[in-house]
């Protein structure tokens, strides 16, 4: 986890809104790293974000020490209202680090459980909190660690939900939206792709929805899960 102080112009996140961060002395000027954001508090302006070390952008991110300047764009994209979200019990759908972007819409839902699958049980995030905040906790692990051996995706019942959001691997999320398409439930995804500027202007994390092609840095991150064409 990574925390900083957010400059003092930004006062408010969305849920599912993300920022891009750079080091000023390492990183290219034009190229900033894309990541969900975790948690904010507006008094106090602090942002933390939850990465996993995978390049050296990451692993440069890890090494830093406590007063490092930083640079932030932030709040980037379109997150999600709670108000958006249908009455009722949702589900919550993470795979791996996906799960940085569901904290703080679980922060304005009262009722709901969470399906939370990983590699190892080493890489689960913040268990004893969702565990005080989720109504029931769903695991699965690839290597057969903890919870159910294999996929998330093999666990869920979705006909007890009102609603439900996903964020995770591709992969894992068109199974998801497979699976919500064949009882019409209403659902939401929160892509991750690959970008450079963050802004809308470079088109390099474009998706292909019933609408066309929409960026999810600016679109997006947040989809109806029915508009993307898998």
């Known amino acids: 986890m990574l925390t900083f102080e957010a400059p003092l112009?930004?006062?408010?996140?969305?849920?599912?809104q993300f920022l891009t961060i750079s080091l000023p002395d390492i990183s290219p000027p034009f190229i900033k790293k894309p990541f969900s954001i975790y948690h904010f508090d507006p008094k106090t302006r602090i942002?933390?974000?939850?990465?996993?070390?995978i390049g050296k952008g990451t692993a440069n991110f890890s090494r830093q020490?406590?007063?490092?300047?930083?640079?932030?764009?932030?709040?980037?994209?379109?997150?999600?209202?709670?108000?958006?979200?249908?009455?009722?019990?949702?589900?919550?759908?993470?795979?791996?680090?996906?799960?940085?972007?569901?904290?703080?819409?679980?922060?304005?839902?009262?009722?709901?459980?969470?399906?939370?699958?990983?590699?190892?049980?080493?890489?689960?995030?913040?268990?004893?909190?969702?565990?005080?905040?989720a109504m029931r906790v769903f695991l699965s692990t690839d290597d057969h660690s903890v919870g159910h051996p294999g996929v998330i995706t093999e666990v869920l019942k979705l006909d007890q939900y009102t609603g439900l959001i996903a964020c995770g691997p591709h992969i894992m999320l068109k199974k998801v939206s497979e699976l919500c398409k064949k009882i019409d439930l209403p659902h939401w995804v929160i892509l991750e792709e690959y970008?450079?500027?963050?802004?809308?202007?470079?088109?390099?994390?474009?998706?292909?929805?019933?609408?066309?092609?929409?960026?999810?840095c600016k679109e997006g991150p947040v989809f109806n899960g029915t508009d993307i064409i898998w």
């Open 9 to 16: 112009d930004l006062t408010t996140v969305n849920p599912c």
């Open 47 to 53: 942002i933390s974000i939850i990465y996993r070390v």
């Open 65 to 133: 020490t406590k007063d490092k300047r930083v640079t932030v764009l932030a709040p980037l994209g379109n997150g999600i209202k709670p108000s958006e979200l249908p009455p009722g019990k949702l589900a919550f759908v993470a795979g791996g680090i996906g799960i940085a972007s569901l904290n703080l819409i679980s922060q304005h839902i009262s009722e709901f459980d969470l399906y939370y699958g990983a590699r190892t049980q080493t890489e689960f995030i913040d268990l004893p909190s969702w565990n005080n905040r």
């Open 195 to 216: 970008m450079a500027c963050g802004m809308g202007v470079c088109m390099g994390c474009v998706v292909n929805t019933t609408s066309g092609y929409q960026r999810v």
